[in-house]
């Protein structure tokens, strides 16, 4: 049997800015990593200049060597190239690649992963986001074993963390990133000197967090209540945001508060999806008599505004002898 010290050498696999702290933590930890694997450098933003993802740039400043196939499951040039380094573990991290069946069999040590849920929970391409949409208080990171099932490999550490009532997805990726980084670095120390004993997770407490559509955004305001709207628009920042309809155009929410009805004067009976003016608020009537702040909006084809602009500027919401419909 192999004897694991210090000097773990380490194949990383990466693509976005989440795994960088990794990257970095493993590296000053005095790991070897004589390669990192990550996705193709992609076309970004209106102008579609190529760009490379940000694990490529730290590990070429790194000094360390990358490949960025389009195709791991069979790809011989590939594969040949990771049984010559002959790794002792593969470290995968956001890398959006399912790692095939020889991958998994390689390295002594397995391949880890740091996978952004308290697992069993949230298995699946968006944890932070659906943790956050569904209005969970506590989210965490989990380190695991991959096998082939999707993020159903035993568990090695967890560690949680507080999500705040007003926190965003967008929000909770770089503590989450940061936090992960000393997780998967304990992880492997202890791996390597066999004080780590893999658990099974329970399936029974399995939920999914599938990869988000822009239909996911669509804001359904009889369905909904207005805390389960904010919560889905805290989840689904930066993407896919939260939007509606308003007299047929989409109307983006890009901030919006739940508000205490009691405080409101609006008439009776209110549908969901009604627009309402109260003391200078733009409200939207939900689900079981509820009701959101929308603060800042933009109408399609129009520039983002608060909700006193847009007022001004929108005139079946400004006549409001009575409301405009949203959805």
């Known amino acids: 049997m192999k004897a694991f010290g210090k000097h773990v050498k380490i194949v990383f696999c990466g693509t976005p800015q989440f795994a960088v702290p990794t990257l970095e933590a493993l590296l000053a930890a005095g790991f070897t990593v004589p390669l990192v694997v990550s996705q193709p450098d992609r076309p970004v933003g ?34 040949a190239r990771l049984e010559d380094i002959a790794p002792d573990v593969i470290v995968v991290v956001a890398y959006g690649r399912i790692i095939p069946p020889w991958m998994l069999a390689l390295p002594p040590l397995g391949c880890i992963n740091l996978h952004a849920s308290l697992l069993p929970r949230y298995r699946g391409a968006a944890p932070i986001q659906w943790a956050v949409a569904t209005g969970e208080s506590i989210t965490g990171n989990t380190t695991m074993l991959l096998e082939e099932g999707l993020d159903t490999g035993p568990i090695l550490l967890q560690q949680a963390m507080v999500i705040g009532p007003d926190q965003t997805a967008a929000d909770l990726f770089p503590l989450l990133a940061q936090g992960g980084a000393p997780l998967v670095v304990d992880t492997l120390t202890r791996l390597a000197d066999k004080s780590l004993k893999p658990r099974p997770q329970n399936p029974a407490g399995a939920t999914l967090a599938p990869i988000l559509t822009r239909e996911d955004g669509r804001m359904d305001f009889a369905a909904s209540t207005a805390a389960e709207l904010y919560n889905r628009w805290r989840g689904f920042q930066p993407w896919p945001g939260a939007f509606t309809s308003l007299e047929g155009k989409k109307l983006i929410v890009h901030r919006m508060a739940v508000v205490d009805a009691s405080t409101i004067s609006a008439p009776a009976p209110t549908q969901p999806g009604e627009m309402h003016v109260d003391d200078r608020r733009l409200l939207a009537a939900c689900a079981s008599g509820t009701w959101l702040e929308l603060i800042e909006l933009q109408l399609e084809g129009k520039k983002r505004l608060p909700a006193a602009e847009f007022l001004r500027g929108h005139s079946p919401a400004n006549a409001l002898a009575g409301s405009a419909r949203l959805g």
Request: charged share 25%; net charge positive; glycine share 2%.
């Open 46 to 79: 209106r102008s579609q200049q190529l760009t490379a993802p940000p694990v490529k740039l730290t590990a070429l400043a790194a000094g360390i060597p990358v490949v960025q196939p389009e195709r791991i499951r069979e790809n011989p040039e590939f594969r």
